[in-house]
């Protein structure tokens, strides 16, 4: 049913033909086209109805969260098909192998360690070794290896994952190393990607940064910066979470290397605060390992909430929440089926300790049960324990067991099931603390640094992915525009996931009303593209004069319709007088259809890993439903002017990017999404005549080109550059229109045009071949509308 509301979503569609002269129906004055354009700049961009905005208010979450449900219900139903070790073991054996696959390449064979001790530490009846190994080549990794001062013939093997909030010299780690050295244990503890001597930021304490009343939290920062690896790992394939496995995978090899270790007796622990999840996943893909102790991993979390309902079994989270850091959201979780309860019963029938900081409901929590049922399938029930603290993450010390990685009250039990597992004899007596300072626990020396040249993520990932384009180009060297076009929109459509519209779209509202004198028609359109997503769209054009054989201007930014109506009325009103029509429509989590959790950075771009279409493919989905309605209009001319823009202001040359995460005053974040989902729709749509960006990305490589990134996650497409990078995507285009101006870096500077032309000299051959006029690059955003009409100035 078609109801009439006022209410603005914007979408640009400019309808674009007649000569560049004055049209008839466009007012002589000067005066009245400012009118125009201050009509435009102050006009409402309201679109839903207050029913409307309840109905669909945090849409995209309710949609993420609707497929997260479905996932969970899905999960439970194959439980109940699980009912022998065989099926169990089928199952395992696909979740382990997509597991994998979702990490990203592990290296084909592993490089020599090249250990280097770089110092010692005496202790009472322990050693310290601080030590330096590689697992790939200029990548190493700096650790602690606690072993007994006067070494058994045979000795078990501890692999000790440190949380997210502090690295391998944090005191709770210093003691359980020094606790099982002296008990006859190797106690490998290793700083993780990221973090420790391995961070990638300069900020260590707090001398490090001295702006005043900044929140600045040097201690937090290692959690922080992980984004930025975390976002240049998935533009290239691989994942943070699978570099630390390989990390860890190799510290077994280290143990494995040294006299008289036991190969049957190797263990590995995952802290509190996300080393869990990398210790499940390594046991889960590492056979060498004989038990794990992941924390808070698979099953309930610190967040919830005691006692589960009765009806648990149906209503738990399976799948899991969506964290802004992004190890625990592994891409395609929820598709392929490795959910984290998954991954921590995939170390099965071998030792398991399910561990808890706080409190749990042991009687009630689903995923208890289905580690025992699947336990007992290999008659292994003695393999399996818990341990657990008390309170909960709400609540303060000593009420709640609050620890930085594992503490002694959860440490007790760890001990009794070691004790029966491995012989490994401590109790809590035995627990012993001489806690030392960082610097003794220094693995890369200044001597070593400077003979070893270690290297950062993004230098390797940097390498990696300038080869693969040269191999990538040249291999597409000499194809025709229409061959390139067909590889590129079949590689980004394995990139992009699901960006097919969903059938008919369907108009829940359309209110028209008339503006300057009637001389304006507005539309304000919510059009329906799903069953739960509405996309809010504001329609334009002369009400007299109007020339239907122009292609349609459609007009997409981050900011979306309120912000193209305040800050380009001027370009609009020039659309207008020249008789073009103009559809700007806020695409889900764009201007007005952000919800509460759409800050570009947060935990919903992270769910979306979860399935196979990834934030910007939800989006260009949507945009391409906004040209299925367009077209299917008898109004509409059957071609359309694509415009991309972003709003937000570039950061200057001399900008200094060293500064910490989650303060304030930092550098401002582009926001590339608008010139994204123009090009994409230009590549997908075979109507699209002319694409417009106004400061867009420049490239996907060059966010690899800093430690420090400035772009939001929202718009990171995993993989990516295994396949191509922008350029390649704008040599796609080819012959038609396309214009770049004011084209930003990943620190979202601008860049000069000289920049843009190398960058972008892939597009440039392509367009040689076939219109070399077609193809612009821009610095000053002049003359828009003048461009969008040029080619059809005789028409």
Not at 332 to 339: E, H
Not at 597 to 625: K, Q, V, W
Request: charged share 25%.
């Amino acid at each position: 049913m078609l109801a009439k509301r006022t209410s603005l979503l914007v979408v640009f569609v400019t309808f674009l033909s007649g000569p560049m002269r004055q049209p008839s129906h466009v007012l002589a004055q000067v005066n009245e086209k400012s009118e125009l354009a201050t009509m435009i700049a102050s006009m409402s961009s309201a679109v839903l109805s207050d029913d409307q905005k309840a109905r669909f208010a945090d849409q995209t979450w309710r949609n993420l969260r609707a497929r997260g449900d479905m996932v969970n219900r899905r999960d439970v139903t194959n439980w109940r098909g699980i009912e022998s070790r065989d099926a169990w073991d089928r199952m395992r054996e696909q979740c382990v192998k997509r597991l994998r696959l979702a990490l990203g390449t592990f290296p084909e064979r592993r490089v020599d360690l090249n250990v280097r001790i770089t110092g010692s530490i005496k202790g009472d009846g322990y050693l310290i070794e601080n030590l330096v190994y590689r697992t790939r080549p200029g990548f190493w990794v700096t650790a602690n290896l606690y072993s007994p001062a006067r070494p058994p013939k045979s000795m078990p093997g501890i692999l000790i994952v440190h949380s997210h909030h502090r690295p391998k010299t944090q005191g709770e780690l210093q003691d359980m190393g020094m606790t099982w050295a002296r008990s006859g244990c190797l106690v490998l503890v290793i700083d993780m990607v990221g973090h420790g001597e391995r961070g990638e930021h300069p900020f260590r304490g707090e001398r490090d940064y001295k702006k005043k009343d900044s929140n600045y939290r040097w201690w937090r920062q290692d959690y922080y910066f992980r984004f930025d690896s975390n976002v240049q790992l998935h533009l290239t394939g691989e994942s943070l979470m699978g570099w630390m496995v390989w990390d860890l995978m190799c510290g077994v090899d280290l143990l494995l290397s040294r006299p008289g270790i036991d190969e049957k007796r190797l263990i590995i622990l995952g802290a509190v605060a996300g080393g869990g999840d990398i210790a499940a996943v390594t046991a889960a893909l590492d056979q060498r390992i004989d038990a794990a102790v992941p924390f808070n991993f698979g099953g309930p979390q610190p967040e919830t909430r005691f006692p589960l309902p009765e009806d648990a079994e149906l209503r738990f989270n399976y799948l899991g929440g969506a964290y802004w850091e992004g190890t625990r959201n592994l891409r395609r979780t929820a598709v392929d089926g490795f959910l984290h309860w998954a991954i921590v019963a995939s170390i099965a029938p071998r030792g398991l300790i399910y561990a808890h900081e706080f409190s749990w409901d042991r009687d009630r929590d689903p995923v208890w049960k289905r580690l025992n049922r699947i336990y007992e399938f290999y008659d292994a029930e003695q393999q399996i324990d818990f341990t657990l603290g008390r309170g909960s993450v709400r609540g303060s010390p000593p009420e709640s067991s609050h620890c930085t990685n594992i503490g002694p009250e959860h440490r007790l039990r760890i001990h009794q099931a070691f004790n029966r597992w491995f012989d490994i004899h401590v109790t809590a007596e035995d627990e012993y603390s001489g806690r030392r300072e960082v610097d003794e626990l220094r693995s890369m020396t200044g001597a070593a640094r400077r003979e070893l040249k270690p290297k950062s993520v993004r230098e390797i990932l940097t390498n990696d992915v300038q080869a693969n384009l040269v191999a990538v180009r040249k291999r597409r060297h000499g194809d025709s525009p229409a061959d390139r076009r067909k590889e590129i929109r079949a590689d980004w459509s394995l990139l992009l996931g699901d960006v097919q519209p969903r059938g008919e779209v369907e108009v829940l509202t359309l209110d028209t009303e008339y503006a300057l004198r009637r001389s304006i028609v507005i539309e304000r359109i919510a059009l329906q593209v799903e069953a739960d997503i509405v996309v809010p769209m504001i329609l334009m054009y002369p009400r007299s004069g109007r020339k239907k054989q122009l292609p349609v201007v459609v007009a997409v930014a981050q900011s979306g319709k309120e912000q193209f109506l305040r800050e380009r009325s001027d370009d609009i009103a020039q659309l207008l007088d020249r008789g073009a029509t103009i559809c700007i429509p806020d695409v889900r989590d764009a201007g007005t259809s952000r919800g509460s959790r759409g800050d570009g950075n947060g935990s919903m771009s992270y769910y979306a890993l979860f399935f196979e279409t990834p934030m910007i493919g939800y989006r260009l989905r949507d945009l391409r439903a906004v040209l299925q309605y367009l077209r299917r209009r008898d109004d509409m001319h059957q071609k359309f002017a694509l415009w991309g823009d972003s709003f937000t202001e570039p950061n200057a040359r001399e900008t200094d990017f060293q500064v910490p995460k989650r303060v304030s005053g930092r550098p401002r974040f582009s926001e590339p999404l608008g010139g994204l989902l123009a090009m994409l729709a230009g590549l997908f749509e075979d109507d699209v005549s002319a694409v417009y960006v106004h400061g867009g990305l420049s490239s996907y490589s060059n966010v690899l080109a800093s430690s420090y990134v400035y772009i939001p996650h929202d718009v990171v497409l995993p993989g990516v550059l295994t396949r191509s990078d922008l350029a390649d995507l704008a040599a796609s285009l080819a012959p038609r229109r396309l214009r770049l101006d004011g084209v930003v870096d990943g620190l979202n500077r601008t860049l000069t045009l000289d920049d843009v032309r190398s960058i972008y000299e892939p597009a440039s051959k392509s367009y040689r071949t076939v219109s070399p006029a077609s193809l612009s690059f821009t610095i000053d955003q002049a003359d828009v509308a003048q461009w969008l009409l040029s080619p059809h100035a005789s028409d």
